[in-house]
T-cell receptor
Framework: GAVVSQHPSRVICKSGTSVKIECRSL??????MFWYRQFPKQSLMLMAT?????????EQGVEKDKFLINHASLTLSTLTVTSAHPEDSSFYIC???????????FGQGTRLTVV | QKEVEQDPGPLSVPEGAIVSLNCTYS??????FMWYRQYSRKGPELLMY????GNKEDGRFTAQVDKSSKYISLFIRDSQPSDSATYLC?????????????FGSGTRLQVQP
């Protein structure tokens, strides 16, 4: 299957700071990338969908000014958690789909802890 | 009612057993069906990808889709302790223009050695 690389795998930050998470498609061009949040023992919750070169579409209830998404190229999307607070601590996962119809492939996930 | 229903388990089976995992859904627009395996603190890993109704086999895994019943299944033959993970069903309705997946809640599987 296709490879999606997510970095960092774990990050601890202080409350009030911003954190950037990168998601790269290594062997295919991803026209669409998705960002999810997952709480312990729960399924994935879609936060936003991003298409290369255009603004992300956020799901209802997700603060777009807090979770900044940039999809500047066909192989890279970033999620920036701005002014992080302890309640933002979670497992964030990206996924990417290529130009031809096919299943999304997921990154390894990023465990964010805000202290 | 959720669009996709999946029994959360946990499902515990002995090594070598055949495992059956299932999901039901309500949206008849779903056309693409996937099964992902997720180990703790890792991203989901694609196991099976099918379009519309029918069966698909890949090694020890068989996926079945019955669109008339809005029911999908994943069978795991000769289960191994390494199969212990959470299994997520997912589906999408591409023709509606929404490319994001709708997930089930996941079934935790434990294969006992």
């Amino acid at each position: 299957g296709a490879v999606v690389s997510q970095h960092p795998s774990r990050v601890i930050c202080k409350s009030g700071t911003s954190v950037k998470i990168e998601c790269r498609s290594l062997d295919f061009q991803a026209t669409t990338m998705f960002w999810y949040r997952q709480f312990p023992k729960q399924s994935l919750m879609l936060m936003a969908t991003s298409n290369e070169g255009s603004k992300a579409t956020y799901e209802q209830g997700v603060e777009k000014d807090k979770f900044l998404i940039n999809h500047a190229s066909l192989t890279l999307s970033t999620l920036t958690v701005t002014s992080a607070h302890p309640e933002d601590s979670s497992f964030y996962i990206c996924s990417a789909r290529d130009q031809v119809r096919g299943p999304p492939f997921f990154g390894q996930g990023t465990r964010l802890t805000v202290v | 009612q959720k669009e996709v229903e999946q029994d959360p388990g946990p499902l515990s089976v002995p090594e070598g057993a055949i495992v059956s995992l299932n999901c039901t859904y309500s949206n008849s627009a779903f056309q693409y069906f996937m099964w992902y395996r997720q180990y703790s603190r890792k991203g989901p890993e694609l196991l099976m990808y099918t379009y519309s109704s029918g069966n698909k086999e890949d090694g020890r895994f068989t996926a079945q889709v019955d669109k008339s019943s809005k029911y999908i299944s994943l069978f795991i033959r000769d289960s191994q302790p390494s199969d212990s993970a959470t299994y997520l069903c997912a589906m999408s309705a591409e023709d509606t223009g929404r490319r994001a997946l709708t997930f089930g809640s996941g079934t935790r599987l434990q294969v006992q050695p």
